[in-house]
Nanobody, 120 residues
Framework: QVQLVESGGGLVQPGGSLTLSCAAS????????MGWYRQAPGKQRELVAL??????SYADSLKGRFTISRDNAKNTVYLQMHSLKPEDTAVYYC???????????????WGKGTLVTVSS
């Protein structure tokens, strides 16, 4: 099993910045994909950004404002968010695909979510 611990959410004013972190621990042989999704009130969960060992991808609407990165030594993924807008208000969920041992298939894991509120 893999445990995810998210941190960094909170209240921020429009135009401000925030950095989310998600640390993975447990039975991890390889982290194939790490990333973030978000779910705003009354809306479906949507992709924010994903990162592998060699690529990154973002929701088109967030390119240029959000940056995803990872620290493989710490099994941690980060999401730097800049120029935040009220519409960025959502619960942000950490997501990863991990294998527990060599040759085993990757499994999906989700964090419990951290609330980001953008408001003056």
């Amino acid at each position: 099993q893999v445990q995810l611990v998210e941190s960094g959410g909170g209240l921020v004013q429009p135009g401000g910045s925030l950095t989310l972190s998600c640390a993975a621990s447990g039975s991890i042989f390889r982290l194939h994909v790490m990333g973030w999704y978000r779910q705003a009130p009354g809306k479906q969960r949507e992709l924010v950004a994903l990162i592998t060992t060699s690529t990154t991808s973002y929701a088109d609407s967030l390119k240029g404002r959000f940056t995803i990165s990872r620290d493989n030594a710490k099994n941690t993924v980060y999401l730097q968010m800049h120029s935040l807008k009220p519409e960025d208000t959502a619960v942000y969920y950490c997501y990863l695909v991990a294998s527990g041992q060599h040759g085993s298939p990757g499994m999906n894991y989700w964090g419990k979510g951290t609330l980001v509120t953008v408001s003056s």
